[in-house]
């Protein structure tokens, strides 16, 4: 019994290890692991791509007025200061009206001189006329008379308008506000005299309204290709970091200023201001989206500018030489490592580029596309030998001595 029993064992052990041999054997055999790729590589896939052109501007009022003074004067009474809102005809400010109201009188005695001399002219070349009549006195000296009396006249418009200006100098003695709107500063105090001599002083700086602001940046002359009248931006200050407003460009101007051969132009944004958050004066950093393209092919843009290290391209040299084609493999003059595709214009959204997408040996293959709009992180892929998924290399892993 005990000589069954250790058969039986002896069997079933002898059956085990034979099933286990035969379900080794016939196990399917794993696949080759790939060597570790030398490249980090993104997949190209498909998404949004936005061109945008960046400036820093600073932020203005739409209408801002100087008010300034024509006359020289002590200010004896001041009723505006900062951040007030005035009215447009409200006063502002007054100018001792002594000297004025002296030149006055002296204008109206002068005017009246004149006048009375004017009278006595008349009234002489009245007399000589009818004695010229009569025979009593010549011609000559009633063409004098005549130009006397003339002479009495102009004298009396001559005081009149001397008059009239002593007149305007007191009305300018009081500076009123000529629009509706703010007043964002103030340069003069109650008892300070205004010197009118050479230049027009400013007392005053008024922004019509505050709700409607305008963004003036300087664009850099690379970039205003594609820029047009209604195009979309958005901008953020330092003062909201957490928050981005938005614009609209209202003008390009034409006028060019250079600084040490930069050449940039004037570019005006229209700004909504209804809840006065943004201020005259803060710097805006500005992104005007100049093209959009919602669902299109794309790659990271620093795959433009990868390239094999010269080892490699020597190798590829040599394999491509044992099949017996010589391949020239050269470099695009736009894909050096310093050139900077983040913003391009529209006429040069068909070029050709080289790009390296991963094979099945985690190795870069040489793959020419041809390209369209361009920034930052992406770039859209026209054409060329890329579809989507495939591994393309942004650049090369950093590798031990041990490791190569």
């Known amino acids: 019994?005990?000589?069954?029993?250790?058969?039986?064992?002896?069997?079933?052990?002898?059956?085990?290890?034979?099933?286990?041999?035969?379900?080794?054997?016939?196990?399917?055999?794993?696949?080759?692991?790939?060597?570790?790729?030398?490249?980090?590589?993104?997949?190209?896939?498909m998404g949004a791509i936005k061109q945008t052109v960046t400036a820093t501007g600073t932020i203005n009022p739409v209408a801002l007025v100087n008010v300034g003074s024509q006359v020289s004067g002590t200010v004896v009474e001041l009723n505006a200061d900062f951040n007030d809102r005035v009215t447009k005809g409200q006063v502002l400010l007054k100018l001792d009206p002594t000297i004025f109201n002296a030149q006055i009188r002296q204008a109206e005695a002068?005017?009246?001189?004149?006048?009375?001399?004017?009278k006595?002219?008349?009234?002489?070349?009245?007399?000589?006329?009818?004695?010229?009549?009569?025979?009593?006195?010549?011609?000559?000296?009633?063409?004098?008379?005549?130009?006397?009396?003339?002479?009495?006249?102009?004298?009396?418009?001559?005081?009149?308008?001397?008059?009239?200006?002593a007149r305007a100098d007191l009305n300018n003695s009081v500076i009123r506000s000529p629009i509706d709107g703010v007043i964002i500063k103030r340069t003069i105090d109650l008892g300070q005299t205004v010197a009118a001599s050479f230049n027009t002083p400013n007392l005053f700086q008024i922004a019509r309204d505050l709700t409607k602001m305008q963004?003036?940046?300087?664009?850099?002359?690379?970039?205003?290709?594609?820029?047009?009248?209604?195009?979309?931006?958005?901008?953020?200050?330092?003062?909201?970091?957490?928050?981005e407003f938005h614009a609209t460009m209202r003008q390009?101007?034409?006028?060019?200023?250079v600084v040490q051969n930069v050449v940039t132009?004037?570019?005006?944004?229209?700004?909504?201001?209804?809840?006065?958050?943004?201020?005259p004066g803060m710097t805006a950093q500005v992104r005007l989206v100049v093209a959009n393209r919602p669902n299109v092919m794309r790659i990271p843009t620093t795959a433009l500018r990868f390239t094999l290290p010269e080892e490699e391209l020597e190798k590829q040299r040599k394999k491509d030489k044992e099949k017996g084609k010589v391949q020239q493999v050269a470099l695009s003059p736009a894909s050096t490592p310093d050139d900077d595709l983040a913003f391009r214009s529209a006429s040069e959204t068909a070029?050709?580029?080289?790009?390296?997408?991963?094979?099945?040996?985690?190795?870069?293959?040489?793959?020419?596309?041809?390209?369209?709009?361009?920034n930052f992180r992406y770039t859209e892929v026209l054409s060329g030998g890329l579809k989507v998924g495939d591994q393309v290399v942004t650049r090369a892993l950093a590798q031990t001595k041990e490791g190569l």
């Open 215 to 243: 963004i003036d940046t300087s664009v850099s002359e690379a970039d205003v290709g594609p820029l047009k009248d209604g195009l979309p931006a958005r901008f953020v200050v330092d003062a909201y970091p957490d928050r």
């Open 120 to 165: 006595l002219a008349e009234a002489n070349y009245h007399r000589n006329q009818q004695l010229v009549t009569q025979n009593f006195v010549s011609s000559t000296v009633l063409d004098q008379s005549k130009r006397e009396m003339d002479v009495a006249r102009a004298n009396v418009q001559l005081a009149q308008a001397q008059l009239d200006r």
């Open 1 to 45: 019994m005990k000589l069954f029993t250790r058969k039986r064992v002896a069997i079933a052990a002898a059956v085990i290890v034979v099933g286990g041999a035969a379900a080794a054997w016939l196990a399917p055999k794993g696949e080759p692991k790939l060597p570790p790729s030398k490249y980090r590589s993104t997949a190209v896939d």
């Open 351 to 374: 070029r050709m580029f080289k790009v390296y997408r991963l094979d099945a040996q985690n190795q870069p293959q040489p793959v020419d596309i041809r390209v369209g709009l361009s």
């Open 110 to 118: 002068s005017r009246a001189s004149s006048m009375a001399n004017l």
């Open 265 to 279: 132009y004037n570019v005006v944004l229209d700004v909504d201001n209804k809840d006065e958050m943004l201020k």
């Open 252 to 257: 390009f101007r034409l006028a060019a200023n």
